[in-house]
């Protein structure tokens, strides 16, 4: 190992409190650190080279490095790297607010920006309760409905709607009460079945929430098509349209949680296209950029947005802001960003691979510790358990998820488990061979990890 890798890694042990991580275990660990990125690869300060097959923690979209993003980070630093939006506007977040208009679900046409897919969920939840204060029916609506398995961030209010136990447990005495309908298929969903059912009856205890609640309910949140931290969960075909209806029959707003689904992660622009729902509020970050800063935005309706019209001292106005609210470096990334996905037809190229990938993934079904493959558009989830005919899974202390993760990296790819389920998310951009070369690797992994 290099002097110079020896001495960043004593360095960031000594400094760098990591996230989501136990750093009394990395304090002892073999370290990578990533000095460079080359298209679909990840390059560490030794020189060895990783496929991505995380797309950077599910934001890149497009490949590391690309000039036509790059360029535009430049250009814009060239003329001014950031103003606030107190009662200034600029440039970038204009011209990108007016795409971002033209492209989402019909009726999103106002845009409020943040910087992470956590703060755009709070702000979602926050413009919902002031929404329903500040009309003649919302007096009374202060709680939400969101799903077991929900992961919307680490906020308090984020946090709130979320249902993963890892996630919030420890803080639940400072959160506030959330009613929690079951999503189909989910780990955690009391009326899991058949994945048909299994929908129809989700929907019916939904109904049955919105009937009970409807009248105090502010909104519902949903990660739309595809729970991510719940363990890559997919809803089946019907489902997001089921509560989208529901939601318009008993007057309740719909938040869209698109964070990790937006931006062709599932083979569509964004998931609520699948099956033409257009919700209230939509909450969208990570791919935002292509990767390459962190920006986020909420959009809602015009409806929504008329809420907030006031005289000044009736004090309507939405008070909330962050100091980079609109930042015009993230903006200009974000647009370049949109360009390529039109210039480069991304959703058209996408088809092919992710038939590809169907097709690669089902040699895993036949494995003794796989338990479930789960899987749609370039994002899937390969759940290992300890016994396949009954599902039970493996203990926590076994890690066999991480184990996996780790021989992966031996072999020159980076990807990441939620507990014991193999998660792949690579870049959009990823080529055939790559993504050929990514699945073999997994699938050696599980075998040598689990005895399969």
Known sequence: MKARTKRLIALDKRHVWHPFTQMKEWETAENLVIERGEGNYLIDTEGRRYLDGAASLWVNVHGHGRREIDAAIKTQMERISHSTLLGLANVPSIELAGRLAAITPKGLEKVFYSDSGSTAVEIALKLAFQYQGQTRKGNAKRKFIAFTGAYHGDTFGSMSVGEIDVFVKKYRPLLFDCVHAPYPYCYRCPLRKTRRGCGLACLDALEGILKKHHGETAACIIEPLLQGAAGMITSPPGFLIGVRRLTKKYECLLI?????????????????????????????????????????????????????????????????????????????????????????????????????????????KKLP??????????????????????????????????????????????????????????????????????????YGCIRQVTGG
Not at 389 to 410: D, I, L, W
Request: net charge positive; proline share 4%; aromatic share 8%.
């Open 369 to 442: 510790r796989v338990g479930d493959v789960r899987h749609i558009g370039l994002a899937a989830g390969i759940e290992l358990v300890k016994d396949k005919k009954t599902k039970a899974p493996y203990q926590s202390a076994e890690r066999a998820g991480h184990r996996v993760c780790m021989e992966a990296r031996k072999r020159g790819l980076i990807i990441r488990p939620l507990g014991d389920t193999v998660v792949i998310m690579p870049p959009l951009s990823i080529k055939d061979f790559e993504l050929e070369r990514m699945i073999e690797v997994v």
């Open 256 to 364: 869209a949680d698109e964070v990790a689904t937006g931006f062709g992660r599932t083979g569509y622009m964004f998931a609520c296209e699948k099956e033409r729902v257009s919700p209230d509020i939509l909450c969208l970050a990570k791919g935002l950029t292509g990767g390459c800063m962190p920006l986020a935005a909420t959009m809602t309706t015009t409806e929504i947005y008329n809420a907030f019209l006031g005289e000044y001292h009736e004090y309507k106005a939405f008070f909330h802001g962050h100091t980079y609210t609109g930042n015009p470096l993230g903006c200009a990334a974000a647009i370049a960003n949109l360009k390529l996905f039109e210039t480069g037809r991304v959703m058209e190229r996408m088809q092919p691979k992710i038939k590809l990938l169907t097709g690669l993934l089902k040699r895993f």
